[in-house]
Every structure is written in structure tokens, then in C-alpha cells.
């Protein structure tokens, strides 16, 4: 064998190797094509290319879902007016007698009166174009229990005891943008209060006056539309003028009690927290009872529930499942807190968002029919 040292008279003895080696090692080719292949500039550029491309492509197809998503909610939203629509005119063809009219007929003295409409029962009702729930009775007799009553022996009201509530107006309950319909809600006044709340709204806008003219009934109506006034004057006549009144709550499709419940305390939460006269236990604890009130189960369409509010603010909650001739009422519970059923009466018939504006709308024209007329005549006309 050859050591080492041998070889190094050869390599010095190779000016030729020598030549070759110096350049492989300092000509650049090896570099260059390293370089070529590697260039961190052309990868990076590559990178933003492709990352614009895809986020452009994901943009496009968000966009795309999107519109396609808000036209077929449309489309659905027309689909199920016209069906909703249909469905009122095969009752309207059905039914014995023609469907329930709405229109007005003008007397000699060119005073607009309502067609009157009865039942079987030959109870007067009001048309509320829902094909679930057709019709309100125009009066209903409540017993509004007190806060000694116990629930075993509120049980046993029925429709025909109690005192005579009337209907101002009314409306249908709808969520989301679709416009799925809850619930058909009614606001009564006690007969014999009406003459309390013509008082009031009448004073309000002519101390002197004992009725409106149109003029003074535009203007009323103006108020109660307004989000501010109409929320002032509301809470004002709840707390001074003493009225009983009632919501009456027949779901147009099933429910359950933990649904309806949301909707009610969404609304006392929302109003209570712009206030702070609304931060003290009192209040924190009749809330809290509120909703327990409500953990039971379902709530089937057509079944009755009714929140009752006496001359001291006094709120009853009443549930009957049967709303027949003679249904009985079950009382849930009572809240001697009156500022929480003033807030949920604000919640339908002032601020800026209500919880059907519909029934807000019917309840301000009902108003009209009552201010229209001298202070105390409404409670005793035959209608």
C-alpha cells in the first residue's frame, strides 16, 4: 500500500489536477444553479399569489352563500304568506256564515260605526286575521285573584265570574326577519276603568275638554307613537290612574312555558337596566319568582294565558288549557311588585321596540275610539 506521504509528490506533480480542481471550486456554476433552485424571493411571491388567489375564492363563495341564503329566506317568506293567505279563504268558504267583516257603514249624521259580528254563542267578536286564532271576544269576564289566594282555590274561576274586561286592541306576536308568528295577544281594560283612561289621555291633551275633537285626537295619537312621549305618558297612566287591565295570550302554534318566559324577561331586563331606580333587591327578587313561575312544560296552540294587572300594579299570571264556553283558570302566581308589571305593559305598548307592534298600533286606534266620546259614555254604550 501507498501511504499518504506518497501521494503528495503526485498531487504536486499534476499542475493539470490541480487546474481541474480549482475550477470546479471557484468557477460559481455549483452556486448559480443552487441559487436558481432556491430563491426565497420567487418562493415568497408564489406564496402571496396563492394565499390572494384562495382568499379571494373563499370570499366569493361566502358571498354567493350568502346571497342564496337571503333569497331563499324570501322566497320562503312569500311561499308561506300565500299559503297563510289561502288557508283564510278556505275558513272565510267553510264557515256557515260569510267571513268576519272589518269594514265601516257611515250613519245619517255621517258618524262612522264597526259592523257587529257574534258567534254561535252569540258573544261579540273581533276579527284578528290569523287563521289559527280567527277572532277575540270583544269582552271576557275575569276574577283577578289577590295575593292571599292560594292557587287550589283560584282554580276554580271560571269565564262567567269576575268583572267585565273590553278589548282595546290587538295583534300577532312574530320573531326573526322571517316573520314566524308566536302568539295573538289582546289588551283589555276593566269595564268600569275606561273612564279612568279617557280621563287621563283626554286631560293630557285638553285639561278643559271632557272629549277630543280630530284635531286633538291626531295629536294624541302622535304622542302615544312616539318612543319617549308614548313611553312617558304609558308609565304615568299605569302608576296614577289606577286602570285594571289585561294581556290575553292564545299561542298560534305550540310552545312551552320556558319560550314564553324568555320573551317577557328579555323585555323587564332591557327596560330595567336604562334605569337604575330598577337596581334593588326588591326588584332582583320578584324577578327572580317571575321565572321560576314559568318552569313548567308546553304550551299548545289555542290554549289561553292571561297577565292580569290590577289598580295597584298587582301582576296575575292565569293559564287555562281549555278556552271553551266556560274554561277554568288555573292562577300560576302572583308579584305584588308593581314596577314589574309596568314593565311588561311597557313592553307592548311603548319604546322604541315593542313586543308586537301590530298590537301597539290597534291598541293607540282603540284609544281613539274611547277619547272620541265624553268621559264616562263608553263603559255603558250597547255595543
Known amino acids: 500500500m501507498l501511504r499518504p506521504t506518497a501521494l503528495r509528490p503526485v498531487l504536486r506533480s499534476s499542475p493539470r489536477c490541480q487546474q481541474c480542481l480549482r475550477r470546479n471550486l471557484f468557477s460559481g456554476k455549483g452556486s448559480t444553479r443552487a441559487s436558481q433552485d432556491f430563491d426565497l424571493n420567487k418562493l415568497n411571491s408564489q406564496r402571496r399569489d396563492y394565499e390572494r388567489h384562495r382568499t379571494i375564492f373563499l370570499a366569493s363563495g361566502a358571498t354567493a352563500g350568502l346571497i342564496s341564503f337571503i333569497y331563499t329566506a324570501w322566497k320562503l317568506k312569500e311561499a308561506l304568506a300565500e299559503q297563510s293567505e289561502k288557508q283564510k279563504?278556505?275558513?272565510?268558504?267553510?264557515?256557515?256564515?260569510?267571513?268576519?267583516?272589518?269594514?265601516?257603514?257611515?250613519?245619517?249624521?255621517?258618524?262612522?260605526?264597526?259592523?257587529?259580528?257574534?258567534?254561535?254563542?252569540?258573544?261579540?267578536?273581533?276579527?284578528?286575521?290569523?287563521?289559527?286564532?280567527?277572532?277575540?271576544?270583544?269582552t271576557i269576564n275575569v276574577?283577578?285573584?289577590?295575593?292571599?289566594?292560594?292557587?287550589?282555590?283560584?282554580?276554580?274561576?271560571?269565564?262567567?265570574?269576575?268583572?267585565?274586561?273590553?278589548?282595546?286592541?290587538?295583534?300577532?306576536?312574530?320573531?326573526?326577519?322571517?316573520?314566524?308568528q308566536v302568539y295573538m295577544t289582546g289588551f283589555y281594560v276593566a269595564t268600569q276603568d275606561i273612564a279612568?283612561?279617557?280621563?287621563?289621555?283626554?286631560?293630557?291633551?285638553?285639561?278643559?275638554?271632557?272629549?277630543?275633537?280630530?284635531?286633538?285626537?291626531?295629536?294624541?295619537?302622535?304622542?302615544?307613537?312616539?318612543?319617549?312621549?308614548?313611553?312617558?305618558?304609558?308609565?304615568?297612566?299605569?302608576?296614577?290612574?289606577?286602570?285594571?287591565?289585561?294581556?290575553?295570550?292564545?299561542?298560534?302554534?305550540?310552545?312551552?312555558?320556558?319560550?314564553?318566559?324568555?320573551g317577557f324577561v328579555r323585555a323587564i331586563a332591557a327596560r330595567s337596566q336604562r334605569n337604575a331606580a330598577y337596581n334593588d333587591d326588591a326588584f332582583g327578587v320578584a324577578m327572580r319568582d317571575f321565572?321560576?313561575?314559568?318552569?313548567?312544560?308546553?304550551?299548545?296552540?289555542?290554549?289561553?294565558?292571561?297577565?292580569?294587572?290590577?289598580?295597584?300594579?298587582?301582576?296575575?299570571?292565569?293559564?287555562?288549557?281549555?278556552?271553551?264556553n266556560e274554561p277554568k283558570r288555573e292562577v300560576m302566581g302572583t308579584f305584588g311588585e308593581e314596577r314589574l308589571s309596568r314593565l311588561l305593559w311597557l313592553n307592548y305598548l311603548a319604546g322604541s321596540k315593542v313586543a308586537s307592534e301590530p298590537a301597539r298600533e290597534s291598541i293607540i286606534e282603540g284609544v281613539m275610539e274611547f277619547v272620541e266620546r265624553p268621559i264616562g259614555t263608553v263603559a255603558t254604550q250597547v255595543v
Open 291 to 324: 321565572k321560576a313561575l314559568f318552569n313548567r312544560g308546553s304550551v299548545q296552540k289555542k290554549q289561553e294565558l292571561l297577565l292580569c294587572r290590577d289598580e295597584k300594579g298587582l301582576l296575575s299570571v292565569l293559564y287555562s288549557p281549555d278556552i271553551g
Open 89 to 138: 279563504q278556505k275558513i272565510a268558504v267553510k264557515c256557515d256564515a260569510p267571513a268576519i267583516p272589518t269594514e265601516t257603514f257611515k250613519t245619517e249624521a255621517g258618524e262612522k260605526r264597526k259592523i257587529v259580528v257574534h258567534d254561535e254563542e252569540g258573544r261579540v267578536i273581533v276579527p284578528t286575521g290569523n287563521s289559527v286564532v280567527p277572532a277575540f271576544p270583544r
Open 143 to 180: 276574577k283577578l285573584p289577590t295575593s292571599k289566594e292560594s292557587n287550589s282555590v283560584a282554580a276554580s274561576i271560571s269565564d262567567k265570574e269576575g268583572d267585565e274586561f273590553t278589548l282595546v286592541g290587538l295583534g300577532v306576536r312574530t320573531v326573526t326577519f322571517l316573520s314566524i
Open 196 to 262: 279612568k283612561l279617557q280621563r287621563y289621555l283626554v286631560k293630557k291633551i285638553n285639561p278643559s275638554a271632557t272629549t277630543l275633537i280630530p284635531a286633538e285626537k291626531d295629536a294624541l295619537r302622535k304622542a302615544l307613537r312616539d318612543v319617549a312621549e308614548g313611553e312617558e305618558t304609558w308609565d304615568t297612566l299605569l302608576r296614577e290612574a289606577g286602570c285594571r287591565s289585561i294581556f290575553r295570550i292564545i299561542p298560534v302554534k305550540d310552545t312551552d312555558f320556558p319560550h314564553l318566559r324568555d
